[in-house]
């Protein structure tokens, strides 16, 4: 081993390239990243074949339900986890439990015990993305940490549109339990490659752990994505259940504020929102997470069902707005890199999604591939600009020691963002749809969209021509009021990145004097790491 030293010198000494044991991490890292991205996609093109051989077909939504609601309620925990005894533990025990999980759900006997296996799989799915992101918060100082960018602008791209072709061939040719099986070798490799090059200072926390705020943020998340998930579509939103729910939610979030005051060691430390830019990029997060899983939702569905492309190729659907999203990333990454400066992507980058959403929402049944693959392309540069500077601009607001809770809180929001981007965008076009389905198709229209109104390539092909063609006027005016509603939303971000501070970057050189404030937190030295 050699001496210890910190990350700082160690890029000083190399200037241009990190230490080879960095990179091995970083590439163990992306891969744990891509594990966490590409699961979803994987399974859920899996799952018309699960369901016809398992059976189960009323509880299909669980599977998916029961894996987001313990990745959202576990996230903020890990975060906590690591900044309190020890960030290479946390995470390590984070991929096992995935892996455990994923192993489990391949060997399910029946849709219960996949259900059950999933939430096991999404306890420890809370950990990968938080540990990913403040592992790379503890081993690159913010202003060389734009440089990595791209790298994990590229996996997020890749895991977006590979997914459902990956998942596609592997439930075809291997089958169904295949699509968890495919998790274990390359998480053994992150393992093997986290245990044997990282090495980062033990800690262990005097104080216990916050069990009472981990339990009442537990509820409070999982009431939301419950209301968010089950509401239009399982219960209507007026109806006792949601109310109960709502209820449950913000009662248990209430307290959840409230002890976090009290506790001796707070899971969520109330005082990281004092630095006003770590409020304003947990508020972009949540905006951008708004938006992006909705765009991702709604546009295969319109070329699909207006445009007539292939449901195979779904993920190849959004390449230009992943393609555009990846070089902007990269760019925007190299920038902050050499300049120091952030505060203008958060600025464009607001306000290209706004125009790009706007874009999206004029297209109707005689719009071309071509045109909705260029306003796809300018949602694609805004989101570019905001996905990864959110999180290098709130890990550089808050102090080392709050390195997780900043990552995981930071996770948090931009997941909750898109759970409800998907449940309020997605009620918007299904009413949508149903009123226009019945204005041009009478009866027949209702009766087509009384139990979906978001039909499969199948179903489309088996309606009647006059159905077909108003069901492609409804998509339309679906997708119109979905993505003007994010064009709405994209402006809070927009009105919160003006308002951004731009604090100096940590390795960004020579730093002013702290002035007092909470933004000063950034000036903090990264940890002492062990190079291999």
């Given at each position: 081993?050699?001496?210890?030293?910190?990350v700082d010198k160690q890029v000083e000494e190399e200037p241009g390239e990190q230490p080879k044991s960095v990179r091995v991490v970083l590439l163990?890292?992306?891969?744990?990243?891509?594990?966490?991205?590409?699961d979803n996609m994987i399974v859920g093109t899996a799952m018309p074949t699960i369901v016809g051989e398992l059976g189960g077909l009323e509880h299909l939504s669980w599977v998916v339900t029961a894996y987001t609601l313990?990745?959202?309620?576990?996230?903020?925990?890990w975060g906590k986890l690591g900044d309190m005894y020890g960030r290479k533990g946390s995470f390590m025990t984070s991929i096992v439990i995935f892996l455990v999980g994923s192993a489990l759900s391949g060997m399910a006997q029946n849709m219960g015990q996949l259900i059950g296996f999933r939430a096991v799989q999404g306890l420890g799915a809370g950990g990968l993305m938080v540990g990913v992101m403040a592992i790379i918060g503890d081993l690159i100082p913010p202003r060389e940490r734009g440089k990595y960018q791209g790298m994990m602008a590229g996996v997020m791209a890749l895991a977006m549109i590979g997914g459902p072709l990956v998942g596609g061939t592997i439930t075809d040719h291997w089958g169904w339990r295949w699509a968890f099986y495919i998790n274990l070798p390359l998480g053994v490799v992150a393992l093997l490659a986290i245990s044997a090059v990282l090495h980062l200072p033990k800690k262990r926390a005097q104080a216990r752990i916050d069990y009472l705020?981990?339990?009442?943020?537990?509820i409070g998340i999982t009431a939301i994505v419950l209301v968010t998930t089950w509401g239009g579509s399982e219960y209507a939103w007026s109806s006792a259940r949601i109310m109960e729910l709502i209820g449950i939610g913000v009662a248990a979030l209430v307290g959840f504020v409230f002890w976090q005051t009290r506790a001796a060691e707070p899971v969520v430390p109330l005082h990281i929102f004092r630095s006003r830019n770590f409020t304003l990029m947990s508020i972009i997060g949540f905006i951008t997470g708004f938006v992006m899983f909705g765009a991702t939702l709604f546009l295969p569905l319109y070329q699909q069902s207006v445009q007539g492309a292939s449901a195979t190729n779904s993920g190849l659907l959004l390449l230009p707005?992943?393609?555009?999203?990846?070089?902007?990333?990269?760019?925007?990454?190299?920038?902050?890199?050499?300049?120091?400066?952030?505060?203008?992507?958060p600025v464009i980058g607001g306000t290209l999604m706004i125009v790009g959403l706007y874009l999206l929402s004029l297209m109707d049944t005689d719009t071309s591939r071509l045109t909705s693959g260029v306003y796809m392309a300018v949602v694609g540069l805004g989101m570019g600009?905001?996905?990864?500077?959110?999180?290098?601009?709130?890990?550089?607001?808050?102090?080392?020691?709050?390195?997780?809770?900043a990552s995981s809180s930071t996770t948090l929001f931009r997941t909750l963002g898109s759970s409800f981007?998907?449940?309020?965008?997605?009620?918007?076009?299904?009413?949508?749809?149903q009123d226009v389905m019945a204005e041009r198709a009478g009866a027949l229209g209702s009766k087509v969209t009384e139990r979906s109104a978001q039909l499969d390539a199948a179903s489309l092909k088996l309606l009647p021509v006059p159905a077909r063609e108003a069901y492609q006027h409804a998509v339309s005016a679906g997708t119109h009021s979905a993505f003007l509603l994010g064009a709405i939303v994209a402006v809070g971000a927009l009105a919160a990145a003006v308002f951004v501070k731009e604090v100096p970057l940590k390795g960004a050189g020579p730093q002013k004097a702290d002035d007092g404030s909470a933004d000063g937190?950034?000036?903090?030295?990264?940890p002492v790491v062990e190079a291999v």
């Amino acid at each position: 081993m050699a001496d210890t030293q910190t990350v700082d010198k160690q890029v000083e000494e190399e200037p241009g390239e990190q230490p080879k044991s960095v990179r091995v991490v970083l590439l163990a890292l992306m891969i744990t990243m891509m594990l966490a991205m590409l699961d979803n996609m994987i399974v859920g093109t899996a799952m018309p074949t699960i369901v016809g051989e398992l059976g189960g077909l009323e509880h299909l939504s669980w599977v998916v339900t029961a894996y987001t609601l313990a990745t959202a309620a576990s996230t903020p925990l890990w975060g906590k986890l690591g900044d309190m005894y020890g960030r290479k533990g946390s995470f390590m025990t984070s991929i096992v439990i995935f892996l455990v999980g994923s192993a489990l759900s391949g060997m399910a006997q029946n849709m219960g015990q996949l259900i059950g296996f999933r939430a096991v799989q999404g306890l420890g799915a809370g950990g990968l993305m938080v540990g990913v992101m403040a592992i790379i918060g503890d081993l690159i100082p913010p202003r060389e940490r734009g440089k990595y960018q791209g790298m994990m602008a590229g996996v997020m791209a890749l895991a977006m549109i590979g997914g459902p072709l990956v998942g596609g061939t592997i439930t075809d040719h291997w089958g169904w339990r295949w699509a968890f099986y495919i998790n274990l070798p390359l998480g053994v490799v992150a393992l093997l490659a986290i245990s044997a090059v990282l090495h980062l200072p033990k800690k262990r926390a005097q104080a216990r752990i916050d069990y009472l705020g981990a339990a009442l943020l537990t509820i409070g998340i999982t009431a939301i994505v419950l209301v968010t998930t089950w509401g239009g579509s399982e219960y209507a939103w007026s109806s006792a259940r949601i109310m109960e729910l709502i209820g449950i939610g913000v009662a248990a979030l209430v307290g959840f504020v409230f002890w976090q005051t009290r506790a001796a060691e707070p899971v969520v430390p109330l005082h990281i929102f004092r630095s006003r830019n770590f409020t304003l990029m947990s508020i972009i997060g949540f905006i951008t997470g708004f938006v992006m899983f909705g765009a991702t939702l709604f546009l295969p569905l319109y070329q699909q069902s207006v445009q007539g492309a292939s449901a195979t190729n779904s993920g190849l659907l959004l390449l230009p707005m992943l393609g555009a999203m990846l070089v902007t990333s990269m760019v925007a990454g190299r920038v902050t890199t050499n300049t120091g400066k952030y505060k203008v992507f958060p600025v464009i980058g607001g306000t290209l999604m706004i125009v790009g959403l706007y874009l999206l929402s004029l297209m109707d049944t005689d719009t071309s591939r071509l045109t909705s693959g260029v306003y796809m392309a300018v949602v694609g540069l805004g989101m570019g600009c905001l996905m990864q500077i959110t999180m290098l601009v709130a890990q550089n607001s808050v102090e080392m020691k709050d390195m997780g809770v900043a990552s995981s809180s930071t996770t948090l929001f931009r997941t909750l963002g898109s759970s409800f981007g998907v449940a309020i965008m997605g009620a918007l076009f299904n009413n949508r749809v149903q009123d226009v389905m019945a204005e041009r198709a009478g009866a027949l229209g209702s009766k087509v969209t009384e139990r979906s109104a978001q039909l499969d390539a199948a179903s489309l092909k088996l309606l009647p021509v006059p159905a077909r063609e108003a069901y492609q006027h409804a998509v339309s005016a679906g997708t119109h009021s979905a993505f003007l509603l994010g064009a709405i939303v994209a402006v809070g971000a927009l009105a919160a990145a003006v308002f951004v501070k731009e604090v100096p970057l940590k390795g960004a050189g020579p730093q002013k004097a702290d002035d007092g404030s909470a933004d000063g937190a950034a000036s903090a030295q990264p940890p002492v790491v062990e190079a291999v």
